[in-house]
């Protein structure tokens, strides 16, 4: 129910019970003086037809006075019968009549009568000029006379509503005063009539008015007059009394108009009040509150930010307020958390989670206008490098300032107009969408974002070695939804990586294809049976004299399902997914294993060398278990060399340098593969704990070449300085030999003198090899 | 009442200066007559010649004239102009002065008009004036003036003299003019009544124009002939016409003479002499625009006001003109009596 009905339901009914209250109260005093107010009115109204009656009486004594005075009347008598002279004499007393009464309308009749009862005189004031002496007049003189008085006065009935007053006075004929004895000879009477026309009309509106005729009543004093309350009495005349009743229907008729006048003013007033109440009510309470509330309603159908702020300080004003506070500082941290839920804490970038509603909306777009959009996935190489080497805080520092860089890029003159977002997914992972119109845009966006690592990447603090790997997949092209783009996109940007890092791919089907190769065989190494499927092959190395000096034990994976599968191929794969320390255990074991039967035709010197990862160098158990095994296959101190690979950095990293230590002083030969395409300055290089450095393949070709062959003797010679031996890779045929000898390189390994071969290969060859050497 | 007001305004109309020594000696004649009613250069001839001066105190309503005739100022006055109708019955009533018999009276249009107590001094027609410029169509009977058409409703002056009031109902309702029937009367005062109405007030017109010369209200009015040039001459423009009604013709004499009273009966004899003089007369006429009750005056008369017919009645007419009639005493009240009613009840409605 709204406030409106409710006060409607509430008020109205109060308010017309107390008007109705008050009505009743008032009409129970009302009625109870009604009486009287109406005996009172019914007095005045009596006093007033009284007062009437006596104007009209004292006008008729006034004329026969005047009459009696002067020499009128004695001129009217003398001139009667007398042609001209009664016509001047008559017209001279109407004359004065007329200006005696000039101001009234009062109908007046004067009439002279002689003692014989013949009126001399006669003349109506009125506007009938034929009137004649009515005989009422006649008789009234003549009782008059009879009745020997010289005054007289009577009330006289002509019809119901219709009186008169008559007064007369008797003269003496010849004297014209009172006579000597009124009813002797010679007598004439003055009779003045006056109409009581002015009476007559108050007689006829009381009947009107009250419904009963009034009566006048000629009551002697002896007679008392009816007590009677209801009968008001009033005396117009000596004995001459006014009368009328106070009926009861009067009294009845007058208590309905009070209660009819009751109800209305009632009905008015309660409902002028209801009305201002309900006007009032409604304008200065519920208004506001609907107000409010629609306000409300705005706010939650997000058509506004927050209710409008009500000024004043009434509790709805302040109710008002408080919500406005209230919802402000819910709205502000509504936002706050919303930003966090989407935003990354370190680099402000949006998060995933953005990352995602952005790329959808993005595609609905591209879908609805037949455009791209790509997503571009960045991942810093070498980031890991930073973290261990410089610190958490110089890596939080580099992802800063690379998101920074990604966003000028895009805010860039060259990316402004289109449609980007960069986010950062997690770690050193960052993901750019790109809406464009042109295939062709994406490639430029990877190439500069590729571009911005060139030669290393710049903080404020410090220069890093850090480049992006970045691959792309576009909608429509390489995914029709979301989820398939982010797989492609992450795909494309792994074979980057694996492709040499700091460049760009964008999704093929190649890529695709690897990347499932990638998968089978992250498979297959999961269940692999490593005795079944693995075998080992050995490649010798010689010295100067050619004498077999060593072999390096390489492992071969041949899978039913897979066929060959190169180490170059598997072992990135193995390390990524752990399953790596599994294989190492196999080739330790076996490699340990095969030393004594190597033992037997190659002599006790031989010397085993076996790849490790310098990954696995940063685990903390790999070397005491290590250790553990050549106790436990017996090996002896120097029989075993563990090959290195110079990955970037690693030796750089002191707890690595201490591993190292710790397993040449367990008594394993350690050297370092590949050397000559890594990063380590070869100065750094011989300060490092190792036995030997293997020069790599493509060293040995450019120091073989003329150009730089002058280098190649200090090159082994600053090695030799250090007391590290030096293997050169990839000898494949005997010239090279012939300069690498003459340079000092110690040992050689390559396939001008062997290749990798099982054990029974081996043999084979070292049969055919010792007649060769000899 | 207005017109019931006698209007004492006494006018030094005092002879010329001529004579004025002679003038300042002897004591004005002393005349009751109608206002405007005497040629101002007949009575500065008149002093020059007597070296009498003449006062003139003006009455406009006839029965007033004969209330100051029968009372006690009557002495006042020497010469008194009163009417036809009323000169006999004052002269036998004694207030009026016998006067020796008239030799002219072969020579006059009307020659029993004044009687014994009389001279004839102007006589004229009694009719009906309206405005040619308000009217849509004239007004040419009492008929027409009594039971108006509705242009005329506001705009009509009535005459109010008992004698000029029922004389006109009498002719509009076809009675004699000289009726006392009873029926007669109540029919002429209901018609009366009737009228009033349409009354805008019952002023003589020329009275009422002099006072108020620039009133417009009046549009139709009873007038006696000359009327109409005079309120013409009033008003400075030519609106007024006079209609001789179509019922009959009602002729008026208004007569000389002496107050009974008077102490100076032999001036005003010599006054009255002098008054009808053939050329005083048609001097008189002419000025009043009325006609002068002596034929041998009229010969000496300009010959167009001679020939002028609302001032001088064809032979045929005068044949069927008649007088204002005389009336008793009784019936001359009962006329005052409806005349007075008739008053009251247009005050009162």
Not at chain 1, 556 to 576: C, K, M, N
Request: aromatic share 10%.
């Amino acid at each position: 129910m709204t406030l409106t009905k409710r006060l409607v339901l509430l008020v109205l009914p109060i308010l017309l019970v107390g008007v109705f209250v008050a009505a009743a109260g008032m009409y129970q005093v009302q009625s109870d003086t009604l009486t009287e107010v109406e005996q009172t009115k019914l007095d005045l109204k009596l006093q007033h037809a009284k007062a009437q009656f006596e104007q009209d009486a004292s006008v008729a004594a006034n004329v026969a006075s005047l009459l009696l005075d002067g020499e009128t009347l004695p001129a009217l008598t003398r001139s009667a019968g007398k042609d001209v002279e009664e016509y001047l004499v008559t017209q001279k007393l109407d004359r004065l009549i007329d200006d005696v009464l000039s101001d009234g309308h009062t109908r007046l009749l004067v009439t002279v009568i002689d003692d014989l009862g013949n009126p001399i005189y006669h003349h109506e004031r009125s506007d009938n000029p034929f009137s004649e002496t009515p005989k009422f007049v006649l008789n009234f003189a003549r009782s008059s006379i009879l009745k020997r008085t010289q005054t007289s006065s009577k009330l006289m009935f002509i019809n119901s509503f219709k009186h008169a007053y008559v007064h007369g006075r008797v003269l003496d004929a010849s004297t014209f005063l009172k006579p000597f004895r009124v009813g002797s000879d010679n007598n004439i009477v003055v009779v003045v009539t006056s109409y009581t026309e002015a009476f007559d009309r108050d007689l006829r509106t009381l009947q009107e008015t009250y419904g009963v005729t009034p009566k006048l009543i000629n009551r002697l004093p002896s007679f008392k007059a009816p007590d009677e309350a209801m009968t008001r009495s009033i005396e117009i005349l000596p004995n001459f009394y006014l009368e009328l009743e106070l009926t009861d229907a009067y009294l009845r008729h007058s208590r309905t108009s009070l209660v009819d006048w009751l109800i209305a003013v009632s009905l008015i007033f309660g409902v002028t009040v209801a009305a201002v109440l309900l006007y009032l009510i409604r304008r200065y309470i519920i208004r506001p509150i609907e107000i409010l509330d629609d306000q409300l309603d705005l706010v939650t159908s997000a058509q506004q930010n927050n209710i409008q702020r009500p000024v004043g300080t009434d509790e709805l004003s302040r109710l008002g307020i408080k919500f406005y506070d209230l919802y402000d500082q819910l709205n502000t941290n509504l936002n706050e958390s919303r930003n966090l839920a989407i935003t990354d804490s370190l680099t402000k970038l949006p998060n995933r989670t953005r990352f995602q509603e952005f790329a959808k909306r993005a595609i609905v777009r591209a879908w609805n206008r037949k455009t791209y959009v790509s997503l571009i996935y960045i991942d810093l190489d070498n980031f890991k490098f930073v973290n261990d080497r410089l610190g958490h805080e110089a890596g939080d520092e580099l992802l800063k300032f690379a998101a920074n860089a990604f966003e000028s890029l895009l805010q860039s003159e060259k990316y402004r107009q289109q449609g980007t977002l960069v986010s950062r997914l997690a770690g050193d992972e960052f993901a750019i969408v790109l809406a464009h119109d042109d295939l062709k845009d994406r490639e430029n966006l990877a190439a500069d974002l590729v571009g911005l690592f060139d030669g290393g990447f710049k903080t404020d603090r410090y220069l890093t070695p850090v480049s992006a790997s970045v691959g792309v997949a576009s909608y429509p092209e390489d995914g029709e939804d979301l989820r398939e783009l982010i797989a492609n996109a992450d795909m494309a940007m792994y074979h980057a990586k694996r492709s040499g890092k700091s460049r760009f791919s964008t999704y093929s089907h190649s890529i695709a294809g690897d990347a499932r190769r990638v998968k089978l065989i992250e498979d297959a190494l999961k269940f692999v049976n490593c005795d079944d499927e693995f075998s080992l092959v050995f490649m010798p190395f010689v010295d100067q004299a050619g004498e077999i000096k060593g072999l390096e034990v390489l492992l071969r994976w041949y899978s039913a399902e897979l066929g060959h599968i190169t180490p170059d191929e598997f072992v990135p794969i193995a390390e990524q997914t752990g399953t790596y320390s599994k294989i190492d255990d196999w080739v330790f074991r076996n490699a340990f294993d095969h030393i004594s039967k190597l033992c037997t035709f190659l002599g006790d010197d031989i010397v085993v060398a076996i790849n490790i990862s310098a990954a696995e160098l940063g685990q903390a158990d790999f070397a005491s278990k290590l250790i553990r095994l050549k106790e436990e296959y017996n090996v002896s101190d120097g029989a075993v060399e563990l090959e290195i690979t110079e990955t970037f950095g690693y030796f750089a990293v002191e707890q690595v340098l201490v591993v190292l230590r710790g397993l040449r002083d367990a008594g394993f030969g350690i050297s370092i593969d590949d050397f000559g395409i890594g990063y380590t300055p070869l100065l750094q290089m011989i300060d490092y704990p190792v036995d030997k450095v293997k020069f790599d393949k493509e060293l040995v070709q450019r120091l073989t070449n003329d150009q730089y062959r002058q280098l190649l003797e200090p090159t082994v010679e600053l090695c030799h300085l250090q007391s590290i031996k030096v293997t050169a890779e990839g000898v494949e045929d005997l010239d090279k030999l012939s300069v690498l000898r003459h340079a000092g390189c110690d040992y050689f390994q390559g396939y001008s003198i062997a290749q990798p071969m099982s054990l029974v290969e081996l043999r084979e060859w070292h049969e055919r090899y010792l007649p060769l050497k000899q | 009442m207005r017109i019931l007001s006698v209007v004492f305004c006494v006018l030094g109309a005092i002879g010329a200066s001529l004579g004025a020594s002679l003038a300042s000696a002897r004591e004005p004649l002393n005349v009751l007559i109608w206002e405007d009613f005497i040629d101002p250069d007949v009575l500065t001839e008149w002093t020059q010649k007597t070296g009498i001066p003449v006062q003139q105190t003006y009455y406009d309503d006839e029965s007033e004239r004969d209330l100051i005739l029968a009372g006690k100022s009557a002495s006042y006055f020497d010469v008194v102009i009163v009417n036809e109708s009323a000169v006999n019955q004052m002269g036998e009533a004694g207030y009026l002065h016998s006067l020796k018999v008239n030799d002219k009276h072969w020579r006059e249009f009307w020659p029993q008009a004044c009687g014994s107590y009389g001279v004839p001094y102007l006589w004229g027609t009694y009719g009906i004036i309206y405005r040619k410029d308000k009217v849509q169509a004239p007004v040419r009977s009492w008929k027409e003036l009594l039971s108006p058409r509705e242009e005329l409703t506001g705009h009509i002056g009535m005459l109010g003299q008992p004698d000029e009031l029922l004389t006109s109902a009498f002719l509009a309702l076809g009675y004699p003019v000289d009726s006392n029937n009873q029926t007669h009367l109540e029919d002429a005062f209901e018609l009366l009544r009737e009228q009033s109405k349409h009354v805008f007030n019952y002023e003589y017109i020329y009275s009422y124009i002099a006072d108020n010369p620039e009133s417009d209200d009046i549009w139709a009015a009873p007038a006696y002939s000359g009327d109409a040039a005079s309120l013409n001459e009033l008003q400075n423009k030519d609106v007024w016409e006079f209609v001789k009604p179509k019922e009959g013709l009602t002729v008026w004499v208004d007569c000389w003479a002496i107050v009974a009273s008077s102490s100076r009966v032999d001036d005003a004899q010599k006054f009255i002499d002098f008054m009808s003089r053939d050329e005083i007369s048609a001097k008189s006429s002419e000025a009043m625009y009325a006609a002068s009750p002596f034929k041998d005056a009229v010969l000496i008369q300009n010959p167009d006001f001679q020939e002028d017919t609302t001032v001088y009645l064809t032979e045929k007419e005068l044949e069927l003109a008649n007088l204002f009639p005389s009336f008793s005493g009784n019936d001359m009240l009962q006329r005052l009596r409806i005349r007075d009613a008739l008053i009251r009840y247009y005050d009162t409605h």
